[in-house]
C-alpha cells in the first residue's frame, strides 16, 4: 500500500483521486475555514496537526534520528 498527500482545491484532489491507478482504500480529509487557513500548508504542518491523535508509548524516543538510525542485533 503506498500513500500519497495530496494539495490543492476540492476540484484538484478529487481529479487526483479519480485518475489513480488501483484501488482508494482510505482518506484522510482535513477541512479548514478559508479565514483559519495558515499561509503555507507543507506536509509536514499536516503531521503536525495529526499529533494531538498519535498513540505513543511511554519512555520511548520518537525522534527522527532514533527513528530512522538502524540497530545492530547485539
Do not use: C
Not at 503506498?2 to 484532489?13: D, E, M, N, V
Not at 527513528?67 to 545492530?72: C, D, G, H, P, Q
Request: charged share 30%; proline share 4%.
Amino acid at each position: 500500500m503506498k500513500t500519497q498527500l495530496l494539495t490543492g482545491s476540492k476540484q484538484q484532489i478529487a481529479e487526483s483521486v479519480a485518475h489513480m491507478s488501483g484501488e482508494v482504500l482510505e482518506a484522510i480529509v482535513f477541512l479548514d475555514d478559508p479565514a483559519d487557513r495558515p499561509e503555507n500548508l507543507s506536509g509536514t504542518d499536516v503531521f503536525d496537526e495529526m499529533e494531538p491523535f498519535t498513540v505513543k508509548a511511554g519512555g520511548v524516543d520518537y525522534s527522527r534520528d532514533t527513528l530512522y538510525t538502524r540497530l545492530e542485533n547485539e
